[in-house]
DNA sequence: CGAAGTGTTGACTAAACTCAAGTACTGTGG
DNA sequence: CCACAGTACTTGAGTTTAGTCAACACTTCG
């Protein structure tokens, strides 16, 4: 208690224009048009931001929660990238998800009180946390923040589907295809380039979460580069011919 | 009471205790202690009963709802069985889940207002309907509704990641191991046979869920019966090596 | 720098798919 | 109640896609 008292302390001192990434109000926060605060206007996002925990950043491999942990609270993406995934019963990684700045993670330990998934940071990340006591009051008392976190849970479950279609229906290039053109939407949602960008996650980890080998990966990776499709320079990738792997996705098989 | 007599009437030769089910209240409900009552007490049940339209059953074939259709109402299954799917891009159906008494779908439709998949009976189906609203308003009334609903769709999240997880890793015997345990647990919870009973959907449907095609769902289904794990006749399947299944699907690979 | 991790490529294999043919149900109309 | 049509299911033979195993190259970082 007293060490926050002390943090908060020399936070004053800060200017408010060079605060810590961290501690910015959502009101402020670059990704508020795309993050929980879409959910209330002005005078009712005092709230929000009062319950929110503004965390230090995470580094490369620490875990913003584990699966079995007790659910207590839901998370927003400050900066950086996560992975979701479940140890199946063979002790064998799941990949279920990928996360980006401006999304919510944690609604999936909702029903059994403990989370059903661990999440890890890929890169250095910063997180915002909001109990879910709080987030549940806020529910009652804003029925549009109640409908919002409606919207993302059912959104995760059609996010969902629409991966079990992927791994059900199609080849390795259409899931790899899939996977760009999501990252590729993300990226533009955050103002980004929508055709050049970095991967955060490794070939492994891809793989993991296509239901596929980290061979095959590397294969359409580099079938990919040859046919001019993407230009594919480790981890960087820039989308050459984007109605291609449009036309790939659509399965015009 | 006096309606009751009324019914029963209308329904001739029926004697009392083969009231049509879908005139029951939730009170009364056999499915009351997995169904959505559970998260009320008593007195405030008949607020929910009082919301709730009791439709009259849908034959085969026909549609709960349709992917598309404006976002109204969830249904909760009173009997029969029902598949939810949706159509991939190229017209392709996916079958995105199977559906038993007590369980509650059309929860997907939240997030964009409208459904996600469509969903239709697999046979003769009662479907209690409760719209949305009152749904919404029962949940801001009752804290215990709003959890329970909001773990609906958290445990919808978790299955779905199951079935990634299944659809990813593993082979056409341990997918259709894992289906079938399913089938048998959910058949416990509600007081029925788990190791004998009749599968509501085809062949095809269970291999395009599944992510499968019908020849290998088939033979996986003859390999079963030969080897002393199932006896199938047709679509009635009795489980003659549980410990087997289970083991197929704890993945010994 | 060197070790460990990560990614790429090749040769071979296996699981599931496709195509094809035939059998067994199911439901409808005579 | 049977005959027939149409669907659903089964089985076999051959093919294909992605997986396995193995060797090697490239990063990254202590």
């Known amino acids: 208690m007293q060490q926050i008292m002390a943090e908060n302390l020399s936070e004053k001192n800060n200017p408010v224009s060079c605060r810590s990434a961290f501690q910015t109000k959502c009101g402020n926060c670059r990704l508020n048009s795309i993050c929980l605060p879409i959910a209330l206007q002005e005078p009712d996002l005092d709230s929000l931001d009062r319950v929110i925990h503004r965390n230090k950043p995470l580094r490369k491999g620490e875990h913003v929660f584990r699966e079995n942990d007790n659910f207590t609270a839901i998370y927003a993406i400050r900066s950086g990238f996560v992975k979701a995934y479940r ?17 919510i993670i944690g609604l999936d330990g909702i029903s059994q009180n403990k989370h059903s998934v661990s999440a890890k940071a890929l890169e250095t990340a910063a997180i915002c946390e909001i109990p879910f006591e709080d987030a549940e009051a806020l529910s009652s008392r804003f029925p549009s923040m109640q409908r919002h976190l409606f919207s993302l849970m059912s959104q995760e479950i059609i996010q969902d589907q629409q991966l079990i279609t992927l791994l059900s ?34 070939r492994t980890d891809i793989g993991n979460y296509l239901g596929l080998t980290v061979e095959t990966v590397s294969r359409v990776f580099s079938r990919f ?29």
């Open 87 to 103: 140890l199946t019963d063979d002790g064998k990684e799941q990949v279920t998800g990928f996360y980006f700045p401006g999304e």
């Open 169 to 202: 229906k199609n080849t390795a290039e259409e899931r790899i295809s899939a996977l760009i053109l999501s990252i590729s939407d993300r990226n533009a949602a955050r103002k980004l380039s929508p055709t050049s960008f970095r991967l955060p996650m490794s």
């Open 225 to 253: 580069q040859k046919n001019g499709t993407l230009e594919v320079n480790n981890k960087e990738i820039t989308i050459l011919d984007i109605d291609q792997l449009r036309g790939i996705v659509t399965s015009e098989a």
